[in-house]
């Protein structure tokens, strides 16, 4: 590995606190770095008091005389231990609250410094740049204690909610190699949950002056001087690259796109075993919702990830099982299940009261279609979809929503989303705003047939290994616009009809060559595109300080002429 690092920090607020994708990209990348760089990584995460942590080991004695040295000289709180996930990396959890009343200061620093407008600030910005802002002190802390001066060090930070601890990292401590990751821009996922079309219009857009018009200035200045400032700018896919190029202002130096670590996919007579369980508790569910039982041959999809309505393709999801209703090409009942977390106010207790006795229900509930009661459901979009389209609780087709974290403890399952993904027949992903895509990357590893599209990271990726194209291939990729919103919903229906008819053994192929597909997406493959990004940030670092080294003996030389 060229300009191999010594030491690697990586910084996120999703470390140890699973909110969205980017805690699987790291969960799931600290097997390889630990295994290629045997504790000289350290994750760093927000002390997030209160919350359970079910994957933070905390180890007392760990680091003690650094956690006493960061507290004595910058102030910082710090927990110490492992993550708790394959590979066990070290990690240390800051306590950012002491530095949210310098919030103020901070910001003119930024301003002062780097051109950072915070003016415009609201709701999460102050709480992620306090957190980013100790992320760096902790970094400082870490390096200066160790003496690791003359080590090459590489600090990824990810997301604008850590731009602040890169540059942080800029000022006071420059030889430090600094990464920024985009998962997906501020300007461009706003364009998209706003209903705006961003495509066709991304070379005609200025991203300054979108940014203001949505509200998002704060978030996108700090990006923009966050990817500007990096020794290497990334992000995770080539689509959104040109969304960087044009809405930020730079284009990036790297694309990484997300690996995916298997360890927790079952295989064999234990994979069986898991899917029958699953498909067990998911038609349990349906038959006390809707008082009728699914055949045994039923056709069970999902889809899943954020409730981001227009972004995930929720809309596209509900109107193409719909559609379904009157196909007469579908053979099969068919279930749908739209698994995404709301504003959940608890599990259905009449439901809960049915699976916990095991009674039978000869009639629907109350609202058959939901699992779980949610606050504000006249304003949920994703009920509100379902409401409309009035779907018959005991007909062919059917749907439910999940609107809760599938976490083990939600009240209705008590299982892990992956616990539940294992029993689909398929899922459906067809996103218009997708920097990457995780659920379908997951989905195939897991053996499941997915359809996703063409505005997808992951779906370029797969059409560039030759899939998507049929869903014999394990990925359906669909072709997606700005403005052929009835064409996905048709293609989106059709690929699930082709699935369902499938046989038994064509099937059993199809799982097959989803797992095909999902090796090539391993870590220990896509890693080198991280590796490659570190040994140019590293590079470019120590470029940079050879030229202060220049600039400050030519300067000593000045001096020391005038004196003479």
């Known amino acids: 590995m060229i300009n191999k690092p010594d030491f690697i920090f990586e910084s996120s607020w999703e470390v140890c606190n699973k909110v969205g994708g980017i805690y699987t990209v790291l969960s799931t990348k600290a097997l390889t770095l630990q295994t290629d760089f045997p504790d000289n990584i350290l994750f760093i995460g927000p002390d997030l008091k209160g919350n359970s942590r079910q994957d933070f080991e905390a180890e007392p004695s760990a ?145 300054n002056l979108m940014a203001a018009e949505l509200n998002v200035a704060a978030k996108h200045s700090l990006e923009q001087q966050a990817a500007r400032h990096a020794d290497s ?55 006390k919702l809707t008082g009728t039982a699914p055949d045994d041959t039923a056709f069970f999809v999902a889809t899943a990830g954020r409730c981001e309505y227009r972004n995930k393709g929720l809309d596209v999801f509900i109107d193409a099982i719909n559609s379904l209703r009157h196909n007469e090409q579908l053979k099969r009942p068919l279930v749908a299940f739209v698994m995404v977390p ?125 899939a998507g194209g049929d869903v014999a291939t394990g990925v359906r990729v669909i072709r997606r616009t700005d403005d052929n919103y009835a064409e996905v919903v048709a293609d989106t229906a059709s690929a699930l009809v082709d699935l369902a008819a499938a046989t038994e053994a064509e099937a059993a192929d199809i799982r097959n060559k989803c797992r095909q597909l999902a090796e090539r997406t391993g870590w220990n493959r896509f890693i080198t595109h991280y590796y490659n990004a570190f040994g140019e940030a590293i590079a470019r670092a120590e470029y940079r300080e050879q030229q202060n080294v220049i600039i400050t003996n030519n300067q000593s030389d000045r001096d020391e002429n005038k004196q003479s």
Request: charged share 20%.
């Open 233 to 287: 700018f990334a992000t995770v896919s080539r689509i959104t690259a040109d969304e960087c190029a044009n809405l930020i202002g730079k284009k990036p130096d790297a694309v990484v796109p997300n690996g995916f670590e298997p360890t927790f996919v079952p295989t064999g007579i234990t994979y069986n075993r898991k899917r029958r369980e699953a498909r067990r508790m998911l038609a349990g569910a349906v038959a």
């Open 63 to 207: 680091m003690q005389q650094w956690r006493e040295y960061a507290a004595e000289t910058r102030h910082l709180k710090l927990r110490t231990g492992r993550w708790n996930v394959a590979g066990r990396p070290m990690v240390a959890l800051v306590d950012y609250r002491p530095i949210m009343k310098e919030m103020n200061d901070i910001y003119y620093e930024m301003w002062e410094r780097f051109g950072v407008d915070s003016l415009s600030a609201y709701g999460d910005y102050r709480e992620s740049c306090a957190f980013a802002y100790a992320a760096g002190k902790t970094i400082e802390s870490y390096c200066r204690f160790h003496e690791l001066d003359e080590q090459r060090i590489v600090a990824v930070f990810n997301e604008w909610m850590l731009g602040m601890g890169l540059l942080y990292l800029r000022k006071h401590l420059p030889q430090v190699a600094t990464m920024f990751v985009t998962h997906a821009t501020t300007v461009g996922r706003s364009i998209a949950g706003n209903g705006k079309p961003l495509y066709s219009m991304l070379g005609q857009c200025d991203g």
């Open 342 to 466: 709301a504003w959940t106010r608890d599990a259905r207790a009449d439901l809960r009261y049915l699976i916990d006795n095991n009674l039978e229900q000869d009639s629907p509930l109350q609202m058959p279609w939901i699992t779980h009661w949610i606050n504000e459901p006249d304003h949920d979009p994703v009920l509100a979809h379902i409401r409309r389209h009035e779907f018959d609780p005991a007909g062919k087709v059917r749907i439910v929503y999940v609107p809760s974290y599938l976490n083990g403890a939600d009240g209705i399952f008590d299982c892990s989303y992956y616990e539940l993904l294992i029993g689909m027949d398929a899922t459906v992903f067809p996103s218009y705003y997708e920097p990457w895509g995780y659920t379908p990357q997951e989905s195939i590893a897991f053996g499941i047939p997915a359809v996703t599209t063409s505005l997808a990271g992951f779906g370029l990726w797969a059409q560039s290994e030759g």
